[in-house]
């Protein structure tokens, strides 16, 4: 399937690596210019790299999105090379969970301010140009949004504002040509898990197995991360055109909630 990404222009939070780069990878081989941002500048450079080498047209920028000058940068560097900006893309963001009398306040401030406010920060700076032509939003987030379980705050906190904002932010630019979506992951392959393997001393493969079992995936996997950054490219393209407002799971069925 043509996604009809030729041309277009999409900023990738926390595109350095896992998702976000996979996603990265994805947009240029269907034609898309793609501007990702990161924390990590060495990290970030090796992916640009990678993905300059199979032809893409890419704007690597080091950004932290809990600093909204940061962001302010970022898509003005993104007006400034393209003139455009036709989707955004909000992946920034890690794993934080704990019982919830060990969390103290900074800890709370520190989640939402970088997976809500995060998200809240760069689509508003770049809502000027994506209304110029239509657009999309795409915010990642986590199955925990929807289904939340015992020791799985803050981040459940922070992912179901996420889910709330998407609807909320849906309606108020449908009559933009804005569109708005949530993309719900579950137990998919990422930078994380591979550094988690690598602190353990075990193979990534055993780490995934054990967590599969331990959570009872029905489709009995990890997904894959080709699988997301599909679903994600088609999520932002045009072929897209009629889904807004929606929040699709993409957890191998683990998600007890639809």
């Known amino acids: 399937m043509d996604l009809e990404l030729d041309g277009s222009v999409v900023i990738v939070t926390g595109g350095s690596d896992g998702l976000g780069a996979a996603l990265a ?25 990678h993905l300059t080498l199979l032809g893409g047209d890419v704007l690597a920028v080091p950004a932290d999105v809990t600093e909204p000058a940061a962001v302010e940068d970022l898509v003005a560097r993104v007006e400034q090379r393209w003139g455009r900006c036709d989707a955004v893309v909000n992946n920034a963001g890690t794993a934080a969970a704990s019982r919830f009398e060990k969390i103290t306040d900074e800890q709370w401030h520190d989640d939402l301010d970088l997976k809500l406010l995060g998200a809240t920060r760069t689509t508003r700076a770049a809502l000027p140009l994506l209304r110029r032509h239509g657009g999309a939003v795409l ?7 929807k289904a939340p379980t015992g020791g799985s705050m803050p981040s459940s906190v922070s992912r179901a504002a996420g889910l709330a904002m998407t609807k909320a ?15 719900l992951v579950g137990l998919i392959e990422s930078g994380q898990w591979r550094r988690r393997a690598e602190s353990r001393g075990v193979p990534v493969q055993q780490l995934h197995d054990e967590l599969v079992e331990l959570a009872g ?42």
């Open 217 to 258: 995936v029905p489709l009995g996997r990890f997904g894959r991360s080709e699988e997301f950054a599909d679903l994600a490219a088609f999520l932002v393209s045009p072929r897209a055109a009629y889904v807004t407002g929606t929040a699709i799971n993409l957890d191998g069925g683990l998600s007890p909630v639809t």
């Open 25 to 49: 990878e994805r947009l240029v081989t269907e034609g898309a210019s793609v501007a990702i941002c990161a924390r990590g500048a060495e990290r970030l450079e090796a992916t640009a790299a």
């Open 139 to 145: 915010n990642v987030l986590a199955i925990a949004g």
């Open 169 to 183: 932010l849906a309606g108020e630019l449908a009559g933009d040509a804005v569109r708005v979506n949530a993309l």
